[in-house]
C-alpha cells in the first residue's frame, strides 16, 4: 500500500513518527513521494522540508537519526505513522520528543539514554561519555566491572549516600555499555517482560 500525495495540493502527506519501543510519539513531519522511497530503501526517516524546500534526512547534521523499524498508512491513505528508534534528542531543543511529554511516568533514564547516544554519535571534545567510546568497548565493559565492585563493597558498609551514588555510577556506565553494543534499555526490559510471562 502506498500513500495518495494527490489528495493534498502540495502532494505532501503528514508523517507522524512514535519511538517504537516505548510507543512515544516523537514528531511530524511531511512527505512527498521522493522522501517517503528514500524512507523506505534507506531505513532511515527523510521528510520534505517545507520551509527548505528540499529532502530533509532527520539528523543529517545532528547525528541524531530516526531507524526505520515499520511504516503503516492510515485508512484514507493520506497519512504515515512510522514507528523508529531514535539515536539520539529528536526535538532541536535537546529533548526527546518535539511534544515534551513521553507516556512513561518518569522517563530520565529514557532522557538519559538519548544523551549518551548524542555523545556517541556527535562527540564533544571535552566530554567523559564521549572519551569512553572512544576508548572502545574493552575500556566501557572495565568501568562497568570497576563500579560494579565499587557498589559491592559500598553494599557491606552502612552509608546510604555512598552506596546510592556508586549504584548512580555503575547504572550510568552500565547504560553507555548498552549504547555501545547498540541496545537500549528498553530491550532489556522486553527480555525481562518475556521472563515474567513464564
Known sequence: MKPDF???PDGLVPAIVQDSNTQTVLMLGYMNNEAFEKTKKEKRVTFFSRTKKRLW????ESGCFLDVKEIKIDCDNDTLLIKAKPLGPVCHT?????????????????KLENII?????????????????????????????????????????????????????????????????????????????????M
Open 57 to 60: 534526512t532527520k539528523g543529517e
Open 94 to 110: 535537546g529533548s526527546e520528543t518535539c511534544f515534551n511529554e513521553t507516556n512513561e511516568p518518569d522517563n530520565f533514564l529514557s
Open 6 to 8: 494527490s489528495k493534498s
Open 117 to 197: 547516544n548524542a555523545r556517541k554519535n556527535n562527540p564533544k571534545e571535552k566530554s567523559y561519555t564521549s572519551s569512553l567510546f572512544q576508548k572502545g568497548i574493552n575500556k566501557i565493559a572495565q568501568k562497568v566491572g570497576e563500579e560494579a565492585t565499587e557498589l559491592i563493597i559500598e553494599a557491606k558498609d552502612n552509608n546510604a549516600e555512598l552506596f546510592k551514588n556508586e549504584a548512580a555510577d555503575l547504572l550510568f556506565h552500565y547504560l553507555i555499555l548498552l549504547s555501545a553494543k547498540g541496545f537500549k534499555l528498553a530491550d532489556v526490559l522486553e527480555v525481562l517482560k518475556g521472563r515474567h510471562k
